[in-house]
Nanobody, 115 residues
Framework: QVQLVESGGGLVQPGGSLRLSCVAS????????MGWYRQAPGKERDLVAT??????NYAESVKGRFTIARENAENTLYLQMDSLKPEDTAVYYC??????????WGKGTLVTVSS
């Protein structure tokens, strides 16, 4: 059962922008925290940004360039990515943690930053 679905990935030139979206199934009740993580081939999955009760947290490498936002009524998470760099290339995963404490993960969307 797919409960988190990411979209918006693709190929973009360095300096360009993309906006990722993640739609959470309404069957996931009382989501407390959501976030974006990314993983490049041969590398570890790392935190990009999280949002919990309106409070945001960003990896140092994306501060000032990425913005995370959530529309609670639609159960949708966004990641606005500006000034993209080649090192941002990765599969981006959506994450959600409801009050139950269960961790939900999407299957990822690929972002490729290249000329």
């Amino acid at each position: 059962q797919v409960q988190l679905v990411e979209s918006g990935g693709g190929l973009v030139q360095p300096g360009g922008s993309l906006r990722l979206s993640c739609v959470a199934s309404r069957s996931i009740f009382s989501i407390i925290s959501m976030g974006w993580y990314r993983q490049a081939p041969g590398k570890e999955r790392d935190l990009v940004a999280t949002i919990t009760s309106g409070a945001t947290n960003y990896a140092e490498s994306v501060k000032g360039r990425f913005t995370i936002a959530r529309e609670n009524a639609e159960n949708t998470l966004y990641l606005q990515m500006d000034s993209l760099k080649p090192e941002d290339t990765a599969v981006y995963y959506c994450h959600a943690r409801p009050s139950s404490g269960i961790n939900y993960w999407g299957k990822g969307t690929l972002v490729t930053v290249s000329s």
